[in-house]
């Protein structure tokens, strides 16, 4: 019986764990929890963290009763006596806990496929709040819960709408199927999924920085519906286009003329949308142009060959790649002349280009590639300091060289992860 | 002045942000400062996050004043008008916001070193609460706030002693450098940092499953303290042990019995510890023994080579590594006889083998290896299926293979990252 319900629900997350208060793990659960209720339409005002501690796990639940109509648990499900979720829901709303008999079958089956006697500390998986709902877990041990709590056992607490709480497990991957197979169907039944739906898209750009990106659309900065909004992170900069509305279609649609004005604006620097990576664009243009690439690869060590081989279909592009790592091997594999070595060092544009074109002859490839630089820490000289890279492509009918300067006191891993993806930029801008 | 003080700190960490609350990002600044906080001996019981709404964070920090004694707040001090962290802080506890002029000058210092003039919106930045005491970022525009908040404030909210509020930009590496330059000081002498220590020591395995460690360590998994608790990820598992005790020291000592023992009991099955990984051990252990090694990668596309030369000083024990990725390559560069392909194809124990013996010989390395599989999602077939890997180790007195069968159902990325890890974890076993 459901008395009232708001029209937009309002949702909680509190995540249970003392290693998240510990900081021992990263909480993605609430990350995806978030996402998802997103797309559902239902407007989240809080996350909340809570060690295992019953007490406050206790005014964890009460706070977040009375200021959301959905609150969603995760983790404390499992059989220790550090997991107190179940117990807390139960204490918190004063109802007793039930042995909910074929939840403790489906655990004892859990086990015995698996040759082993459950232990006895597991049978209290199965224990659930009376009147709540145990949600089959077909991944674990322990259900969900979905409980649909009725304005008499709320009237306590001076809450006099009912309250919807789900109680799902930690594991990661447990908790999603949970969610997308048993809770979301029953929070759209139930009326909790939003009127309305959140839709972003993803514009990527590469070769502008945020403060220029952002200055550059300081006028789409300030619009409502859709949002505008610039976000920074592994030297890539997107603008993310967010809009509400009643449908996911409407919503696409709102975002649409915004899109299309900073595709026009941004041009080049603009490489893809969403997922797409430089790499999964650089991969797209080879395959659609049908040429092949070989890469010689120094202080990037495979970097890049890994990231262009990520992309399934690869081998159409690739046959051979190599990592040159020794000026010897520079020499012995890709024919670097020695007096190029000698006279202007292994970090140098004439040996990036001597590269290009001995990979690219070697392989019969369309394009040749080549990286070579000072990743550190050690390595560095006044004249030639850590950070400095020289790329080359090479083909039949011409050669690009690049210098990078990347600042030295970056790490190892952020010079060769900047070099790969400036190298991938420059394979994208001559392959558009 | 200082009327009271607990002697142990309740901290509360609150991160804000609208973009956390629908999941666009995932809240790794909570988790370092988790972290952080238990190394100061700081105890936590709630993280909170709340969105860029100025009813609801003041509500929060009114919430966190009430039940924690330090208070560290994250994120909301841009320019924009989304940025409402500082002027909350400001209303909750009803005080005025001060211009502060040398880190307005800093600010105008920032951009003009940037050949940029401040925008006007960032003046804002340089809003202090009054009785606050800005925090000098080096790496951002916007000061932290560090504020020693005095009781005569704080009795309207019926708190009888002082608190301490934080402020820190959300940016993760200006928040990480300034929690570590200017408040972990500033902690650390107002007494806030506990009399109590907590430290962690993770001991890395592979090549066993999370159950299966819980099981063997099951009588250790009920200690006190230290604590011992299994984590699992990226195919690997680690056993963490934990101890509280009054200084760095006594804590190690803790847990110095029972990681020695654990040491005993995991054998080869235990790599490393804390940040150790697979490759950093590969290349401790190469370099150690003074032995070269070239790989000849196929399915992994040139992942091994990246995650060996990841560690500075690789050049030690690297010259060249391929990536033969065509069968054509694996004949023309590492020598597989036409005969191999043809007979066993190329994900063969007798391909694998043939590489390893070609790179090793073609670059006089002490160890040549290989590696050739199906990464999927497409090239299995029902005697060859996606996730079948066949690894290979040469040296001049023997040959060392060994056969992956990946759940086919894993991706093309977890497929590659996985015999990566294999591929190292057999190189290790070999090296030790």
Redesign the interface.
């Known amino acids: 019986m459901v008395i009232s319900k708001p029209k937009q629900s309002i949702a909680e997350v509190i995540t249970v764990g003392t ?10 659960n ?9 797309r559902l339409g239902i407007n ?8 295992d ?1 019953k007490e ?1 796990i206790i005014a ?1 639940i009460k ?1 977040a009763l009375k200021r959301a109509d959905l609150i969603i648990l995760s983790g404390g499900l499992g059989p220790t006596a550090d997991d107190l979720t179940v117990e807390c829901m139960a204490k918190a709303l004063e109802v007793e806990l039930d042995m909910h008999q074929p939840s403790l079958e489906h655990i004892k089956k859990f086990f015995s496929t698996r040759n082993i006697v459950m232990p006895e500390t597991n049978a209290k998986q199965a224990l659930i709040p009376r009147g709540a709902e145990p949600l089959q877990n077909d991944t674990g041990t322990a259900p969900g819960i979905y409980w649909d709590v009725q304005p008499e056992l709320l009237s306590k607490l001076n809450i006099e709408c009912n309250r919807i709480m789900v109680a799902l497990p930690g594991v990661p991957f447990e908790l999603k199927h949970l969610f997308k197979v048993q809770v979301t169907p029953r929070l759209m039944q139930d009326g909790e999924a939003g009127s309305a739906t ?1 839709y ?1 898209i993803d514009l990527r750009h590469y070769g502008i920085g945020e403060s220029a990106l952002a ?1 550059r659309y300081a006028d789409l ?1 300030h619009l409502s519906n859709p949002t505008v ?1 610039p ?1 920074a992170g592994h030297g890539e900069c997107r603008l ?1 286009v ?1 809009a509400k509305a009643a449908s996911l279609e409407e919503a696409k649609a709102l975002t649409k003329p915004v899109v299309d004005q900073i595709i026009e604006r941004s041009g080049p620097l603009l490489y893809g949308f969403d997922d797409t990576n430089l790499e999964t664009e650089c991969a797209r243009l080879l395959t659609q142009k049908g040429m092949t690439i070989s ?1 010689a ?1 120094s202080c ?7 990231l ?3 992309i ?4 159409k592009f ?9 000026n ?2 520079k020499e ?2 890709v024919g670097v002349p020695s007096e190029i070595l000698a006279q202007h060092g292994a970090v140098s544009e004439e040996c990036a280009k001597s590269m290009a074109r001995g990979v690219r002859l070697l ?1 019969s490839s369309v394009i040749g590639y080549a990286i070579t630089g000072i990743a ?3 390595g560095g000289t006044a004249d030639k300091p850590v950070g400095l890279v020289w790329l080359a492509l090479d083909t039949e009918n011409e050669t690009i060289t690049k210098e990078l300067r990347l600042p030295s006191h970056l790490s ?2 952020e010079i ?1 992860t900047r070099t790969a993806k400036e190298a991938l930029n420059m394979l994208r801008l001559y392959l558009v």
């Open positions: 290693e998240l208060l510990l900081g021992q793990i990263v909480d993605t609430t990350q995806h929890l978030a996402q998802e209720m997103a989240c005002f809080y996350h909340t963290t809570v060690g501690n406050r964890c706070a959140i972003s200055e900065l909004a976000y993310r967010t890469l690869e990037t060590g495979g970097l890049m060959s890994k262009l081989t990520d399934a279909g690869s081998s690739i046959s051979l790649n190599l990592v040159t790592y020794a010897e091997a012995k594999m392989t550190g820490p050690d190892r891993k060769r």
